[in-house]
């Protein structure tokens, strides 16, 4: 079976408007573009087209995810605030989020495009699926967007998978460089939704993504936070899998895995300060289709959200694609022999104890 592939033009057309003022009271630098723009998302796309393997790729139909489908996660004020500002000439979800005329048409676009990729893999028309989507979701909560993101794309597909598929439990595992706080917040008391996010620690949104936020009430235990040092690599990234993210998911026993996915962990973005590779986004991928294929036939989709080097997000998110379809691609990582003579990419000893430290969390799963 192929792997399908989410889409559409429209996702390009998400205005974010330029940034200058967004982390300064006045105007002290020229304005330029925001970090949150087509490129990284459209070079990704483009690359596959080049590569070949987008003629591999089963083409799944992005919708529009309607207002009570979003509103199972989103409160109405926050829809109808996003609706009532983008049908004048766009605002700003709140800081850093600013948005054009149509976007509340384009953000549901992309809920509903990582709803149809859902709907795809369980349904069993494709084995897996990747979700292009734009604008980004993993931090909006439930009454307001943030860190450029509108509606929570992957919060609102795990809602609609288990009210029309009835699946019961649902894990994300969140390798965007910023904590997923969105996802976390909106299935913080939910027991049947395992949140697990790995991110630089102290990045973004502020304070938030600790150790101890570890759920509430029934949900307690089930959100997992792998908070990593600035610094870690591939070496890193795959402990954390290997003793956290992968034994949570065995005792969790997932219907079905998404992976909101960020490649601003890599070793050149401008938002992060990780040394992850495309290898390493590979091997993770690979890792997480072992886990699908023990604990729930297979199941994995991605939603895309971060990433923002116009000249290295390609190479990560082929290799993803490489790795979901089992096709290697003529294409080289251009990047491999130079980012290969930086050093540190090996498991650094207070990268093991911060693992260590998440590890303990997985006991509270049952
Ligand atoms: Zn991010």
Not at 22 to 33: H, I
Not at 112 to 134: F, P, W
Request: glycine share 10%; charged share 15%; aromatic share 8%.
């Amino acid at each position: 079976m192929a792997t399908g592939f989410v889409f559409h033009e429209l996702y390009m057309w998400h205005n974010t408007w330029n940034w200058a003022q967004v982390f300064a009271p006045s105007l002290t630098v020229q304005p330029g573009e925001h970090a949150e723009n087509p490129e990284t998302k459209r070079r990704f796309r483009n690359l596959l087209e080049v590569s070949g393997l987008l003629d591999q790729l089963v083409t799944i139909k992005a919708r529009y995810a309607s207002e009570d489908e979003i509103a199972r996660v989103h409160t109405r004020e926050h829809i109808a605030r996003i609706k009532a500002m983008s049908a004048e000439n766009g605002g700003d979800a709140s800081s850093l989020t600013p948005f054009g005329k149509g976007s509340f048409e384009i953000a549901q676009l992309a809920a509903g495009g990582t709803m149809a990729a859902c709907d795809a893999v369980i349904e069993g028309r494709v084995k897996n699926a990747y979700a292009l989507v734009r604008p980004p979701g993993h931090h909006a909560t439930a009454d307001v967007g943030m860190g450029f993101c509108l509606f929570g794309n992957v919060a609102v597909a795990i809602a609609h998978a288990r009210a029309t598929h009835g699946l019961g439990r649902i894990a994300t595992v969140d390798w965007d460089v910023h904590h997923g706080n969105g996802t976390q917040s909106i299935f913080y008391a939910d027991p049947t939704t395992l949140t697990i996010s790995l991110h630089q620690d102290n990045l973004f949104p502020d304070a938030s993504g600790s150790l101890a936020e570890r759920g509430e009430g029934a949900g307690e235990g089930y959100n997992i936070n792998i908070p990593l040092p600035p610094g870690s690599g591939d070496g890193a990234y795959l402990a954390a899998f290997e003793q956290v993210v992968l034994p949570a998911l065995r005792r969790f026993k997932p219907d079905l895995i998404i992976v909101p996915s960020g490649f601003d962990a890599s070793g050149v973005d401008p938002l992060g300060r990780m040394m992850v590779t495309s290898e390493g986004y590979r091997a993770m991928t690979g890792l997480l289709m072992q886990a699908a294929s023990e604990l729930c036939g297979g199941r994995l989709v991605m939603s895309h959200e971060g990433g923002y080097s116009p000249m290295y997000v390609p190479y990560c998110g082929l290799a993803v694609m490489e790795e979901m379809t089992g096709i290697r691609t003529a294409v080289e990582d251009p990047w491999k022999p130079h980012m290969a003579k930086w050093g540190q990419q090996a498991l650094q000893p207070h990268q093991q104890q911060a693992i260590a430290a998440a590890a303990r969390l997985i006991e509270a799963i049952a």
